[in-house]
C-alpha cells in the first residue's frame, strides 16, 4: 500500500459535473487515486459511482471538471482514449464474447500479427503469462463459456492488464462469485495493488470494502459525502455517511401470526438436479428463505415454481388444489409472481418507461375491448411509484437510466400489480444500497403481514439468518435442512450448505 501522506496521486478528479433530463448525476465530484491503493467508492443507488466510472472509462463525457493523470490534464473521449491512458473497467455484466475462447477475447480488436495474419502462437504465449498472473490455470484455448463467472471475470482482469492498465476500475466485481472464487479475486487484487496497480472498487457490500480498501469515498445525491481513511473503515462510519444517519439494514425479527398451507411442494424434480427431488410446504403470511451456495439448485428451483423451466417430476399445490404449471402464464394464473436475479436480462425492458415497465404483466388483465387500457396503466405506475418510493422524474422516465435499486422497485411493483399470492423473490437486494435494501426489506414484512407467502432466495448470510420465518438449505441441488429462525446461526447454515450436515 502506497503511503498517500508522501506520494503524489496518480490520478485526480476534479469538480465533475453531469446531468441528464431531469437528473443530475454529479455535482462538483472530487476524488484522487494514489498508485498501488484500493480506493473503494461506495453509495446509495443514484449517488453517481457508476456515471463517475463511465466518465473515467471514456463511455460518457463530463458536462463540467477536468481529470489529471500524472498531474497532467487528459481527454477521455473514448474507450479506446482511456485504454491508451492505462484506465480499464470491469463491469458487472462481464463484456466477454463466450463463443470465442479465453487468448481471442483477451486479445480481440488487437491482435498480433505476422504475415498478414494473426501470430495464435503470440496470443498464447502473452495470454498464458496473463492468466499465470491472475491465477487461473487453463488454456488459451479453453472456450469462455465453459468457465464459471469467477473465471471468467479472472479473463476481464488479464484483458485489463494486456494493455498495462494502471487503472483498474471493478464494478461490483463480487455479485455473481462463490465464496471461493471471491477469495481468488481478493488474492489477485492484493497482488495487483503490490504490483503498483491503482484499484477502484465499487461494491454495495460493506464487509468487502472493509477487507480490502486502503481509503473510501463517500457520494451521495452526485456529492461527495466524506472520505474514510483505513483505520476509520468501518461498517457504521461509511453508512452513516452514505444516508447521512445511523442505519440499520435488517431490523429485529418479529414473528407474526400465519395462516392455512399456501403451497405444497412434493418431490419436484428439476432438470439442474434430477437426483434430488425437492419436498416442502409454505404457509400465507410465512417468509421463507433459501441458502446455499451458488450452483446449490436454488435459482433452479423458483425458475420450476414459475415455469420457466418445468419440472422434470412432482406435484404442486396452491392453495391445497394440485396446479400444473408448465409455464410462467400457467404460474401468473394461479397466483404466482417471480422477481428474477438478473433484473435487466429478465425483469425490465429497459428501452421501456416506467409506466409500461408497472403494467406488463397486467397488460392482459386490464385491457379495454382489446386495447391498452392507458388509464389503468397510468394508476398503476402512479401507485406503485408512491408505494415503493420510486426515484423517477417522470412515469415516462427510460427504465434503464435509473439506479439499480429502483429498476428493482419496478419490477417489484410490476408483480405486485398483479396482488399475488406467493411471491419468488430471487436475490432480491444484489447490486442495491443500504437504503434500497431496507426499503425491500420493510415491503416483504408488510406483505406477509398481508397473507402474501414469500420465498425468497439470497447469497447474504445476514439476509438468511435475520428475515426468515424459516429457511430451506440447499446443498448441491438436494434440500439438506430446514432451520426455525430460533435455529438459525450462520455456523448451522453453512454445515448444511457445504453438506457437513445433510437432513436424513
Not at 479465453?102 to 500479427?113: A, D, K, Q, V, W
Not at 469515498?217 to 444516508?243: C, E, F, P, Y
Not at 406483505?447 to 438449505?473: C, Y
Request: one cysteine or more; hydrophobic letters at 40%; charged letters at 25%.
Amino acid at each position: 500500500m502506497t503511503d498517500v501522506s508522501s506520494a503524489a496521486p496518480l490520478l485526480q478528479v476534479t469538480q465533475l459535473s453531469k446531468q441528464f433530463p431531469g437528473v443530475r448525476a454529479l455535482d462538483g465530484v472530487s476524488l484522487s487515486l494514489y498508485p498501488g491503493e484500493v480506493l473503494a467508492v461506495i453509495g446509495e443507488n443514484g449517488a453517481g459511482k457508476s456515471t463517475l466510472m463511465k466518465i473515467l472509462a471514456g463511455i460518457q463525457p463530463p458536462d463540467a471538471g477536468e481529470v489529471r493523470l500524472d498531474g497532467k490534464v487528459v481527454s477521455i473521449d473514448s474507450i479506446q482514449a482511456a485504454s491508451k491512458l492505462g484506465i480499464s473497467l470491469i463491469h458487472q455484466e462481464l463484456n466477454l464474447a463466450d463463443n470465442l475462447d479465453i487468448g481471442s477475447n483477451i486479445f480481440l480488436g488487437r491482435e498480433p500479427h505476422r504475415w498478414g495474419v494473426v501470430d495464435r502462437r503470440a496470443v498464447d504465449r502473452a495470454s498464458k503469462e496473463l492468466l499465470e498472473q491472475v491465477g487461473l490455470d487453463y488454456s488459451p484455448r479453453t472456450l469462455v463459456r465453459n468457465l464459471s463467472v469467477g473465471q471468467q471475470q479472472m479473463v476481464e482482469i488479464a484483458k485489463a492488464l494486456s494493455v498495462q492498465s494502471r487503472v483498474l476500475i471493478m464494478d461490483e466485481p463480487t455479485s455473481s462469485l462463490s465464496q471461493r472464487e471471491t477469495d481468488n479475486l481478493y488474492r489477485v487484487i492484493h497482488s495487483l495493488r503490490d504490483a503498483g496497480v491503482s484499484i477502484i472498487y465499487i461494491s454495495h457490500r460493506l464487509g468487502e470494502v472493509t477487507d480490502l480498501a486502503d481509503r473510501v469515498v463517500v457520494l451521495r445525491d452526485g456529492h461527495n459525502a466524506g472520505d474514510l481513511a483505513k483505520s476509520a473503515i468501518n461498517h457504521d462510519n461509511m453508512v452513516k455517511l452514505m444516508v447521512g444517519r445511523d442505519f440499520s439494514e435488517v431490523r429485529a425479527y418479529t414473528p407474526r401470526p400465519l395462516g392455512e398451507e399456501v403451497l405444497s411442494v412434493t418431490g419436484l424434480v428439476t432438470a439442474m438436479h434430477p437426483k434430488h427431488p425437492v419436498s416442502f410446504s409454505v404457509r400465507a403470511g410465512e417468509i421463507v428463505g433459501i441458502g446455499g451456495l451458488v450452483g446449490a439448485g436454488r435459482t433452479e428451483l423458483l425458475q420450476a415454481l414459475f415455469g420457466v423451466v418445468p419440472p422434470l417430476a412432482g406435484t404442486i399445490a396452491v392453495a391445497q388444489e394440485d396446479t400444473s404449471i408448465t409455464c410462467p402464464i400457467d404460474a401468473i394464473d394461479a397466483g404466482i409472481a417471480l422477481v428474477p436475479e438478473d433484473r435487466k436480462q429478465h425483469g425490465l425492458i429497459l428501452e421501456m418507461a416506467v409506466r409500461e415497465n408497472c403494467s406488463l404483466a397486467s397488460v392482459k388483465r386490464d385491457q379495454n375491448r382489446g386495447l391498452l387500457n392507458r388509464e389503468e396503466e397510468r394508476c398503476i405506475c402512479q401507485e406503485m411509484v408512491e408505494k415503493l418510493h420510486i426515484k423517477t422524474p417522470s412515469d415516462q422516465q427510460i427504465a434503464q437510466v435509473l439506479s439499480g435499486g429502483n429498476q428493482q422497485k419496478v419490477v417489484l411493483g410490476k408483480w405486485l400489480a398483479m396482488k399475488p399470492r406467493i411471491l419468488l423473490l430471487d436475490e432480491p437486494t444484489r447490486g442495491i444500497d443500504v437504503g434500497a435494501k431496507r426499503e425491500i426489506y420493510q415491503l416483504m414484512e408488510e406483505l406477509a403481514e398481508s397473507g402474501v407467502a414469500i420465498i425468497f432466495v439470497s447469497s447474504e448470510m445476514e439476509e438468511i439468518l435475520h428475515l426468515p420465518d424459516r429457511a430451506l438449505i440447499f446443498h448441491e441441488g438436494q434440500l439438506a435442512g430446514e432451520l426455525a429462525h430460533g435455529e438459525l446461526t450462520e455456523e448451522a447454515v453453512m454445515h448444511l450448505a457445504t453438506g457437513t450436515v445433510v437432513a436424513a
